[in-house]
């Protein structure tokens, strides 16, 4: 069974840009939860989806957004690039996702550097 | 607001120098608590999901363990390739410990 993937897996960009993050779950898999992984911070909660839905969100400013296709997919946006987002974006999928005691399984991460 | 804390941040051990990890949490009704491994510049591997107080889980040299306030994942005659960053979360799976950076040295 194929894993947790993520696109691109290195990005470089630079202020006031924005980009887009793409993640496709474990075959399966309804619940899409992403997260964001600094060395100061650690793995912070953005936000998850389930059924096209967001179902919960963490404490990150509208800049940051996501969505779910039909087919769980999902992508995830940051507008007006900070330097301060420059981190490791991880995606990580589940059966029924969070509040539940089903695994989540995470992706690769793709590594944003924002100069 | 559910608070999860690890500890040591760090640990060093000499090869098959064995040691614990700590979770520590408050979280109301927990149902469940996972421990993953991470490795540089990956995203976390699942390892274990306890469900209840009392539980054990065991995996080549790493057992966890969890009680009704804290969790530990005890690691046995631990070998260089052991040597990661273990992080704990309980099932709401939103709110991760910081996490114990391990090294194994030869």
């Known amino acids: 069974k194929a894993g947790v993937t993520q696109t691109p897996r290195y990005l470089i960009k630079t202020r006031g840009q924005q980009v887009t993050l793409s993640c496709s779950p474990i075959?399966?898999?309804?619940?899409v939860s992403w997260y964001q992984q600094t060395p100061g911070q650690g793995l912070q909660f953005l936000f998850e989806y389930f059924s096209e839905t967001q179902r919960n969100k963490g404490n990150f400013p509208g800049r940051f957004s996501g969505r779910q296709f039909s087919n769980s997919r999902s992508e995830m946006n940051v507008s007006t690039l900070e330097l301060g987002d420059s981190a490791l974006y991880l995606c990580?999928?589940?059966?029924?996702?969070?509040?539940?005691?089903?695994?989540?399984?995470f992706g690769p991460g793709t590594r944003l550097t924002v100069l | 607001e559910d608070q999860v804390t690890q500890s040591p941040e760090a640990l060093r051990l000499q090869e098959g120098e064995s040691s614990s990890l700590n979770c520590s949490y408050t979280?109301?009704?927990?149902?469940?608590l996972f421990w993953y491994r991470q490795d540089p510049g990956k995203g976390p591997e699942f390892l274990f999901t306890?469900?209840?107080a009392g539980e054990e889980k065991e995996k080549e040299r790493l057992k966890a363990t969890l009680t009704k306030k804290e969790s530990f994942l005890h690691i046995t005659a631990p070998k260089p390739e052991d040597s990661a960053t273990y992080l704990c979360v309980p099932y709401q799976k939103v709110t991760f410990g910081t996490g114990t950076k391990l090294q194994v040295i030869p």
């Open positions: 979280v109301s009704g927990l149902r469940g």
């Open positions: 306890l469900y209840s």
């Open positions: 990580a999928s589940s059966l029924v996702g969070l509040d539940y005691t089903d695994t989540q399984y």
């Open positions: 075959s399966g898999h309804r619940s």
